[in-house]
């Protein structure tokens, strides 16, 4: 169907991928077949806001058809940027049944809820396996004979209910509620039904809900509701025949990337691993993965990933020795999702922290994302590469890296000035930074937000702090440069700079283009070496290749 106007109307909205947030901007031309929208639609049939998001959706991933039969755990993530939990309805503790559906009860009008059936079953209908409903609503209901019933009213996202069971359309069941039969049945809209709540328990498996924020936007701790204050996050990958050591169960654990967190305080802890799928591995140049995920959209290859953590001594721990033992968290067995996280109650100290794909030389990258009650760092133990011998004795020569984030906006008529090459470059925002004694080098990441069919040429420079005032001006050389402006989503230069104070001008080739940008300043601060053994020595037995593969 084709709509003439004079002026097609612009939506934007904002998704939370691999650690930053992403603009995706589009017009408000919807897919339609006979005069009917072909995807999804709003009750409302005036209201389109939730077509449009499918459309954002679906052009972040390349196309609609890369939406087809994803996680509900994936996008609630990239929607609201937060933590999600799936929880279990089989288990045979009833107590813990009980406990998690009252949770569930309080949390109803703060977090988005959905259940799901992961085997067939007889009264959820031709629509029942591995399939997703909505919880809208929870009831608190009296019967005629005084008795309580909590009625759950769920919604089918394909706009179908096939519910089968007690309280199903047209059934019995309603006449024996007092006055809230019709006001229930009334509410309920295109797909939706309502299921008792030992029904429930019964006939559906898993819960996913999202954790809670509160009305300044700070994520809450899903079971105590604390405020998560900090937050810290650090990219890594696995490369094989460096850092892709496997799981517990390979002698080459010890070669996986390997973190310090420093805990200061007291806290409850959330250590979330994402792992970006394949298809994903050049995000850093959206129209590649634009045009790659249009040809092959749904392919999708993730890695079957865990995560543990002990506690240790800083400067003094043996790795043999440590790793050998039983971590203090862990992931119970590795699993094919995007995102899995740990929560622990933390006293104050340091932690090594490995992340790992459960095959040995599995290839990808990752991004270790921590949130906390309590102030924390989070910094990555450099790998060395020069102890091969497994006889020798262990060491990080490296650092710690310490990073810092640098937010900013162009534009136009105001701070957009272009490049060197225009009289206006002094326009451009000037963000200070200092590098600190005993620095050894210093990584500079200008990322520009990512819009797919308005990337512009960006660079930056950096210029030492002296008396002047006007550090950026034609007159000062800079000391590092990232040049020629490249039409990519991040550049990127590892430079050795002397402990002082810089400034960094990051700028579009241009004058006058805008986009919102990120600068990432991130500083290998030099430290003594640590030593420890590199060898596990045996295999550690920690679950079975049928269990986890299955």
């Not at 084709?2 to 995706?24: A, I, L, M, Y």
Request: charged residues 20%; positive net charge; hydrophobic residues 35%.
């Amino acid at each position: 169907m084709t709509v003439s106007r004079e002026k097609e109307s612009k939506f934007t909205c904002r998704f939370w991928r691999f650690g930053r947030w992403v603009e995706v901007t589009i017009d408000d031309n919807l897919p339609c077949l006979g005069n009917q929208l072909c995807f999804a639609h709003c009750q409302d049939q005036g209201a389109f806001w939730l077509p449009l998001l499918e459309k954002a959706y679906a052009k972040l991933h390349g196309c609609y058809e890369a939406l087809w039969a994803g996680q509900v755990a994936d996008a609630l993530v990239d929607l609201t940027g937060g933590l999600v939990e799936r929880w279990c309805l089989r288990s045979e503790n009833k107590s813990g049944n009980e406990n998690m559906f009252s949770r569930i009860v309080e949390l109803k009008d703060r977090c988005a809820m959905s259940c799901s059936v992961l085997n067939k079953k007889e009264r959820v209908g031709e629509l029942g396996e591995l399939h997703s409903y909505a919880i809208t609503d929870i009831q608190n209901v009296i019967t005629k004979d005084h008795k309580e019933l909590v009625l759950l009213r769920l919604h089918n996202p394909w706009g179908r209910s096939k519910w089968l069971g007690s309280w199903h359309k047209g059934s019995d069941k309603w006449t024996e509620l007092c006055s809230e039969s019709s006001r229930l049945q009334s509410e309920t809209q295109e797909g939706e039904f309502w299921v008792e709540k030992q029904e429930f328990l019964k006939e559906f498996d898993e819960v996913t809900i999202t954790f809670p924020f509160s009305h300044e936007g700070r994520l809450l701790n899903l079971w105590t509701g604390l405020p998560l204050l900090y937050k810290q996050q650090i990219y890594g990958s696995w490369i094989k025949g460096q850092s892709a050591g496997g799981s517990r169960n390979n002698v080459s654990f010890s070669d996986n990337p390997k973190f310090w967190l420093h805990v200061k305080e007291q806290s409850e802890v959330f250590l979330a691993l994402m792992q970006m799928p394949q298809d994903d591995a050049e995000f850093s140049d959206p129209v590649h993965v634009f045009f790659r995920r249009t040809l092959r959209p749904n392919r999708t290859a993730l890695h079957a990933v865990g995560l543990h953590l002990w506690k240790v001594e800083k400067r003094k721990f043996k790795l043999k020795k440590t790793l050998s033992s039983l971590p203090l968290a862990g992931t119970l067995r590795h699993s094919y999702n995007r995102q899995l996280h740990l929560c622990s109650n933390l006293s104050p100290g340091y932690y090594l922290l490995i992340p790992s794909a459960f095959l040995k030389d599995a290839e990808g990258k990752f991004l270790l994302h921590i949130l906390s009650t309590g102030s924390i760092t989070l910094s990555e133990i450099a790998h060395s590469c020069a102890v091969k011998d497994q006889s020798k004795n262990w060491s990080d020569e490296g650092g710690n890296w310490k990073t810092m984030e640098l937010q900013g906006q162009w534009k136009k008529g105001s701070n957009a000035g272009g490049s060197r090459n225009f009289t206006s470059y002094n326009l451009n925002p000037s963000l200070p930074f200092t590098v600190p004694v005993g620095a050894s080098v210093t990584r500079l990441t200008l990322y520009q937000q990512f819009h797919l069919e308005k990337l512009h040429a960006i660079g930056f420079h950096v210029y030492l702090v002296t008396s002047r005032k006007n550090v950026s001006s034609e007159s000062q050389e800079p000391c590092a440069s990232c040049i020629p402006h490249s039409y990519s989503q991040e550049v990127s230069k590892l430079c050795v700079l002397l402990p002082g104070k810089y400034i960094i001008v990051p700028s579009t080739y241009l004058p006058d283009q805008e986009a919102n940008f990120t600068v990432t300043i991130a500083t290998k601060i030099e430290r003594k070496t640590i030593q420890s053994h590199e060898s596990l020595g045996k295999t550690l037995q920690e679950v079975s290749l049928v269990s986890v593969m299955k």
